[in-house]
């Protein structure tokens, strides 16, 4: 037993650091240099992190890679020149705060949290912990490893929600105005040029052209059309609308003479959005109910 006491004892001792006044100095010279680096990247100090940067500094930013910024970048000409850029226009800082630092020889750690905005979408990511290890060599740092909550800023960076509901809004736009030529240029710089209209399981769905042809004809027909959009929900690749269409014929639709009556119905629609065009809209209107409420009944 006291044997192996003895051997913990000094297996203890050997894992001990050697030159430990010397290590303190080196390590409050790792933090200081390194809080330097960090002061100058949140405020934007080109020149200070430039001058601060050893000349095989690496900057590991990892991610998902359909973000512009994740890394890694190597050198000072990719990350002045790229990275930089890159992520001053991509996101845009709303909250920091530092709440821990410490270093150890050559390394240092900070971490702490922070929110941002996403420049591209508008989304907010909420806040998220950060942390970064740094190591500094000759007063120089060598590598700056950024970690983040990567799903909570690749999730902002590519929710396309708010351009996609933008893009659908469109389509209801037309319907409200069938004949207004604004409206048919926003509907069709936002549909694919094969979108197409399906309302039914025959196969004969109708083209972006033959669907203008049909509001031009509603627009004469029924001058009065509104299409509210009552409830829009995103999903993916969908956009699912839950519509209320108003309007009072001024001759017959669908064979039926309201002779000045008027039609409110329900409508739904499941709009596929492509690269940020409408590629597709599967349609169900209460046409039945329309005709019904046309006839009187």
Known sequence: MDTLKRIIAVSIISMLPLGISHADAQSENTLAVAK?????????NGAKLTELMSEDFVWHNEGDKRIPWIGPWKGQEDVMGKFMPAFGKGLTV????TDYSFANADQAVFMG????????TGVDTGKFTWAVRVHVEDDKVKSWNWMEDSYAVSKAYNDNTQADKAAVETFYTLLSNPGSEEAVKAFSANTADNWE???????KNKSKGAFLGQMGYFAKLIPDLNWNIEEMTHADDRVIVRGRATGTPTGPLFGVDGA??????????????????????????DWAGALKQLKGK
């Open 36 to 44: 330097s680096f960090l002061e100058a990247a949140g405020s934007d």
């Open 94 to 97: 709303t909250s920091w705060s």
């Open 113 to 120: 949290s922070m929110s941002a905005i996403l420049n591209n």
């Open 260 to 285: 000045g009556k008027s039609f409110d119905i329900m409508t739904i629609d499941v709009h596929t959005i492509e690269n940020g065009k409408i590629t597709k809209s599967h349609h169900v209107e």
């Open 197 to 203: 209209s399906v309302g039914n399981y025959s196969g």
